[in-house]
């Protein structure tokens, strides 16, 4: 006892002028010296000054006021303006989290402001530039709780060409490198997974995150076939790879012939592991479901609006849609730590990477000067709109109405059959 009161009285002055990582680091000396709780060592410590001990008694006297730090009234920075701006700017980037947001907004306001969409006082601009990102989640917090779906998979094993087809191991691909995409599809069934419906087709590079996706009409190989094809000459690199999942879909001799005769490299995930394809499983909600939803689209015109909604929306994504790259993960006391890059659109991704050709950086920096998000974005909200209205439609036709005469008989019918099972088994 004696020692430990001689290591508080050294310590505890120490712990009290401290700074807050200073302060972690003397709980670890003091915990390790005393057997303490962390909690409690962290007690013993901030009240050390404030207790005094009656002689031959265990009463402690408190002296001062509470111990609890009062709140300080700091003066307010980020203010109902910079809210209002920031809720709006949150808005046109599709709801991005306060991590991918806050390295893209200088740019994103670069944009507006030649597209004459928006023009902000020099003070504000510069606080929307300076927020920090955990600031930006606090400010949302509200909104982003207002705006709170799981989908089924149609994933059928393919058998027949399993094994010619490697799995997707770590030096199988070179990730570093554009043109290795993961490629999944979605299905728009709403519900009701019989007859036919469409699907999306979405394919993202894991070296720069370039997304494309593709409405088919069902889930047959062919269809499959013509979307990756598409999807080849619209990279703005060459198409190295592709790894999908175990279906059908895929795993067939059409898609293993085409990407032989093209060079291609042909890899699948293993079985029931999703994080084999973390990259497209992660778009498959933020791009695709976040654009369809969980609607049944079974109609020609349906599929119409939703390939002219991807048409847009493959531009709004990549070029306005910033994310970001895990670069390492460790693992201290059962804690996985991740560590992550700046947020990057995959347009910007691409001008960056030294491997991609000089004419396709030159393509899309012509493309991105003729591009205002604002317009882009509205663009995709009214097709939106159509679409969700054509369902509505279509699905009020489908309702038949019971009238209350065939309710009341049915009712009755119910009832009499009840009694006539209940005597039965008298």
Not at 137 to 145: I, P, Q, S
């Amino acid at each position: 006892m004696p020692e430990r009161k001689a290591n508080l009285r050294m310590i505890a002055p120490r712990y009290k002028q401290a700074t807050k990582k200073e302060k972690i680091k003397i709980l670890d000396e003091f915990t390790l010296n005393n057997s303490y709780n962390r909690s409690y060592a962290a007690y013993v410590l901030r009240t050390y000054h404030l207790k005094s001990y009656l002689r031959n008694s265990n009463v402690v006297l408190m002296a001062g006021k509470d111990t609890k730090t009062k709140q300080k009234n700091h003066p307010v920075i980020y203010d109902a303006s910079v809210k209002k701006a920031l809720l709006f700017l949150w808005k046109s980037l599709n709801f991005l989290c306060g991590k991918r947001m806050a390295p893209f907004i200088p740019e994103f306001l670069d944009t507006l402001e030649r597209c004459r969409e928006v023009t902000y006082d020099p003070i504000l601009r510069n606080k929307l530039c300076q927020i920090s990102p955990a600031t930006i989640d606090r400010l949302l917090k509200e909104e982003k709780d207002r705006y709170r779906i799981k989908g089924r998979t149609y994933t059928k094993p393919g058998r027949l060409i399993k094994r010619e087809v490697e799995v997707r191991k770590g030096i199988s691909w070179d990730e570093n490198q554009p043109g290795f995409l993961e490629i999944d599809l979605v299905g728009h069934e709403g519900g009701d997974a019989s007859g036919e419906f469409a699907f999306t087709l979405d394919a993202t590079d894991v070296c720069t995150q370039w997304t494309e996706t593709r409405t088919i009409r069902n889930k047959a190989s062919v269809w499959v076939l013509e979307a990756i094809d598409d999807i080849r000459l619209a990279l703005p690199f060459p198409l190295l790879g592709i790894d999908t999942d175990n279906g059908s879909e895929f795993l067939n001799r059409p898609l293993l012939k085409y990407c032989q005769d093209n060079g291609i490299k042909f890899t699948r995930g293993r079985s029931l592991e999703k994080n084999d394809s973390c990259h497209i499983e992660q778009k498959n909600y933020t791009i695709v479901r976040d654009t369809f939803g969980y609607h049944r689209y079974d109609t020609e015109k349906e599929r119409a609006l939703m390939k002219t909604i991807n048409e847009k929306l493959r531009l709004y994504t990549n070029f306005f849609q910033p994310s970001m790259k895990l670069i390492s993960r460790k693992k201290i006391n059962q804690k996985s730590i991740k560590v992550y890059d700046q947020a990057k659109t995959p347009f910007r991704r691409v001008l960056e990477h030294p491997l991609a050709s000089e004419g396709a950086k030159q393509f899309l920096r012509q493309l991105d000067e003729n591009l205002n998000p604002i317009r882009l974005r509205r663009e995709i909200t009214d097709l939106k709109r159509h679409l969700f209205q054509l369902v509505k439609d279509k699905n009020r036709d489908k309702i038949s109405y019971v009238s209350q005469e065939e309710y009341e008989l049915k009712y009755v019918q119910r009832k009499v059959n009840k009694e006539m099972t209940h005597e039965s088994t008298i």
